[in-house]
């Protein structure tokens, strides 16, 4: 358990780097507020020390910067917690370049991502994402050689999104079962963003199996979502809680099972509700230990 001190040195680099945020966005605190979505007053106060981040504006304020809210709390994109670690190839690519391209090569992933997602890949043009972000097709090609790359980056983005809730949340739960049930909630399809997010990923998969899509790009990013689901299971198992069984196994089984039932979600033969349910049903019933 932390100790008080620890506790304290924690918070201060955390504004710190939140700071770095706002000074290398090259905006005023106002503007970068309106970004993240965030009252001005409540960043400031937030900055002072007076109040504390909540976990979604952690998670705004990593997407707006391009960095993971693992490194907002911690100082590394890699410290081990409560969620595995992507490969820094799965993870956004950072550039070096004027804030203002930053910027914007930022809001063009965005657009493009809500695009894929709406639209598909093979209907979405670059001359649609460009006027989504307000720029010519030429400053969309000034940031990515073509739409297949930008594509990537978006899968990329996903897997930050996944990675940046869970590094905000997780921590909170009592113990593996309920961190375990957390986590699936945090990646069911029952919102607009998550919707989107699947519809990635299912695109992904498709361009993998019959398009020639990028197979290590997706393997390493997936990779990530199943050792999260491992390593919540072994935690489970070395406390008693989940069932002795191959670890292996039974991550596989969740995992596949999770799958298959947020695909059934986006084509509409099921419903969150009912998947949650599902969900829910293979925990009690496989996964916890029954004496």
């Known amino acids: 358990m932390a100790t008080e001190s ?12 939140v700071k770095a945020c706002i000074s290398e966005s090259g905006a005023p605190q106002r503007e970068f507020s309106r970004r993240v979505d965030l009252d001005e007053t409540k960043l400031s106060k937030s900055l002072r020390g007076v109040r504390r981040f909540k976990p979604d504006e952690l998670v705004r304020i990593a997407t707006v910067a391009g960095v993971t809210v693992n490194w907002l709390l911690t100082g590394s994109d890699s410290s081990a917690g409560t969620t595995a670690v992507p490969l820094p190839s799965s993870l956004p690519r950072r550039v070096r370049d004027t804030p203002d391209h930053v910027q914007k090569r930022r809001e063009i992933i965005e657009a493009a991502w809500r695009l894929f997602a709406d639209r598909g890949l093979h209907r979405t043009r670059i001359a649609d994402i460009a006027r989504a972000c307000g720029v010519s097709s030429s400053a969309v090609h000034y940031h990515f050689q073509d739409k297949q790359e930008l594509f990537e980056e978006c899968l990329r983005f996903s897997v930050k999104l996944a990675f940046d809730c869970q590094v905000a949340t997780l921590h909170l739960a009592a113990g593996p079962l309920e961190r375990l049930r957390h986590l699936m909630a945090l990646q069911l399809p029952d919102d607009e963003g998550l919707r989107a997010d699947w519809s990635i990923w299912l695109q992904s998969w498709n361009s993998v199996a019959v398009e020639g899509g990028s197979r290590e ?20 198992q070395d406390s008693g809680i989940f069932a002795d069984a191959p670890t292996e196994d039974l991550a596989t089984q969740l995992t596949s ?27 009690d019933r496989v996964l916890l230990a029954h004496t």
């Open 257 to 283: 099972l999770f799958d298959g039932l947020g695909i059934k979600v986006l084509v509409g033969t099921v419903t969150p509700e009912r998947m949650r349910a599902q969900v829910d049903s293979f925990i």
């Open 217 to 236: 790009n997706h393997t390493q990013a997936y990779r990530r979502w199943y050792r999260t689901v491992y390593d919540v299971i072994a935690e489970g």
């Open 6 to 17: 620890q506790s304290s040195a924690a918070a201060l680099g955390l504004r710190n780097r």
